[in-house]
């Protein structure tokens, strides 16, 4: 069963795009999410500092929402970061919410569309173009990458 990490500024809608064309790329990622019905979504964006948890799953479609198993801790909050990961924040949280669930081995994919927030060459980013959000051909590469993990 994949975990997916999730950002939404520069994924589910173009970075820096007016607040009308929020979440327009939405359903890109919740047709790829129904085709790996089992997988578990963690919300990793920084939306999750400014909204409620039940703020955010009113984004998602009722069966997509029922997905989401959480969201990740704040880097500034962890303790005990690995040397490998300091500085690498949001690779960082998504490891810290594994450890904290009993999940250290489980396969994941974080979509995002920051690399510098992973270490160089992470094998679990899958890198979206923050200019457009996931698109139908990266929403299709998303969904392979996920049912190719269990």
């Known amino acids: 069963m994949p975990i997916l990490f999730l950002d939404f500024d520069g994924v589910l809608h ?3 795009c007016h607040e009308a064309k929020h979440f327009c790329c939405l359903s890109i990622l919740e047709d ?3 085709q790996v019905p089992e997988c578990q979504i963690v919300i990793t964006s920084t939306w999750r500092l400014e909204q409620s948890y039940e ?5 998602f479609s009722p069966d997509i929402a029922a997905m989401v198993e959480g969201v990740t801790p704040r880097y500034r909050d962890l303790t005990n970061v690995p040397n490998t990961l300091v500085g690498y924040e949001r690779e960082a949280e998504c490891h810290a919410w594994l450890w904290a669930n009993e999940m250290p081995h489980r396969s994941w994919v974080a979509v995002d569309d920051r690399s510098w927030l992973y270490r160089p060459f992470c094998k679990s980013l899958f890198l979206v173009d923050g200019r457009a959000g996931l698109t139908q051909a990266t929403g299709s590469q998303l969904a392979a990458r996920l049912q190719s993990l269990h």
Do not use: G
């Not at 703020?55 to 984004?59: A, I, K, P, S, W």
């Open 55 to 59: 703020d955010l799953l009113r984004r």
């Open 14 to 16: 173009p970075e820096h």
């Open 32 to 34: 790829a999410l129904r």
